[in-house]
């Protein structure tokens, strides 16, 4: 069975249809790649399936449930986590309290001595437990990125968002990504949802892959499948050619 279904769900913003009738299944234990030209729609369904959007119409549903009557606030204990293509974090606060907000749905009261050798622990699994105690705004993005997967794994989701996590990665940060997402799949029994524009990433990471292109599903599959699927060629080709432009 599915841990993640969406149904049919569409999002517009006025006249600009965002998300149009998207349906797809992401089976536990997977890592699912989720991938399209800019503006295709991919921070929008995160949006939507952490219920910061409302759909317009369509279904979603986690673990066999409904996840349109579960309030936003209610997402990360129901099991759902994610972190933000453009990082969203406190920037006056400290990178370990930035993590302790994470915590703060599994463990109480926020700042006990046990939620901060979890998000201790966390800050030295992502691999920078160096800098807890700095305040996050003067950090370069890739540790922000760093930052907000802590707070995300301090959260002890069973469905992990990611969005767009090269960002602001080095090249060989990005080279070893991929096994570092694969490791937290297998320590956390994740299943994760991945975005990322860099193409060799997600084709080396993920085991099966959706593809938007503005707001309609195109072609969903294996990484090779997709690969070579003219639809999904075409809306790359199309997209590069709308830059060059
Ligand atoms: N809050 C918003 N208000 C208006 N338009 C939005 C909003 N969020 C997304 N959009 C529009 O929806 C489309 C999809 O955007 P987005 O989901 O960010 O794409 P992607 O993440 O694939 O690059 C774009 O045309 C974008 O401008
Ligand atoms: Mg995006």
């Known amino acids: 069975m599915a841990l993640l279904s969406v149904r049919n769900v ?19 234990g997977q890592i699912v790649g989720l991938i399209g030209p800019n503006g295709a729609g991919k921070t929008t369904l995160f949006n939507v399936i ?15 449930k409904s996840l349109l009557r579960t309030p936003p606030h209610r997402i990360v204990r129901r099991g759902i986590a994610r972190t933000f293509q453009n990082v969203e974090l406190f920037r006056t606060m400290t990178v370990l309290d ?3 907000v994470g915590t703060h749905t599994r463990t109480r009261p926020f700042r006990s001595g046990a939620a901060r050798e979890r998000a201790l622990e966390a800050l030295d699994y992502v691999g920078i437990g160096a800098v807890a105690n700095r305040p996050a705004s003067g950090l370069p993005f890739g540790t922000l990125k760093r930052v907000e997967l802590a707070r995300a794994l301090v959260a002890e989701p069973r469905l992990l968002l990611l969005d767009e996590p090269a960002g602001g ?14 490791r937290l799949r297998d320590d956390f029994d994740l299943t994760v949802l991945l975005v990322e524009h860099h193409m060799g990433l997600v084709m080396s990471t993920a085991e099966h892959i959706h593809v938007l292109d503005f707001g309609r599903k195109i072609a969903e599959g294996t990484p090779d499948e997709v690969q070579r699927n003219p ?15």
């Open 10 to 28: 569409t999002r517009r913003f006025g006249g600009i249809v965002a998300i149009d009738a998207v349906s797809l299944d992401v089976a536990k």
């Open 231 to 245: 639809a999904v060629i075409e809306a790359y080709l199309g997209a590069e050619s709308n830059e060059a432009a």
């Open 98 to 100: 930035n993590v302790l």
């Open 50 to 64: 952490t219920r910061l959007y409302r759909p317009d119409s369509g279904e979603l549903e986690f673990d066999g």
């Open 169 to 182: 990665l080095n090249h060989e940060e990005v080279s070893e990504l991929g096994a570092f997402i694969r």
